[in-house]
């Protein structure tokens, strides 16, 4: 797979793949010491991913909850500006960690 640039990214990972992972780790941090992630607002998931437009954070949260990675809040307003990460969406940033250097 190759990004808008036409370079090929680290282990087939375009850009919209590595801008993912980079939403699903933004979203994570809210989870660490809780028993459920608290939800975040989409500009700073924007800030903290380092991808700074909103629309584009949107439209990466809309694949995600497609995967079952991510959700909105409250559950089902998808036009919702809070999102977390599901148990799921933990699991898979830890397999993607496990299997690449993307994730930390």
Known sequence: ??????????????????????VLRSL??????????????ITEIAQESGVNDEKEIQRYLFILEGQKLVAPQPAGDFTSKTWHITRTGMKALKTIARSTNTVQ
């Open 1 to 22: 797979m190759q990004n808008s640039g036409g370079n090929k990214s680290r282990k087939g990972l375009n850009e919209t793949h590595l801008n993912q992972i980079a």
């Open 28 to 41: 994570s941090r809210s989870w660490r010491g809780a028993d459920e992630p608290t939800p975040i607002d």
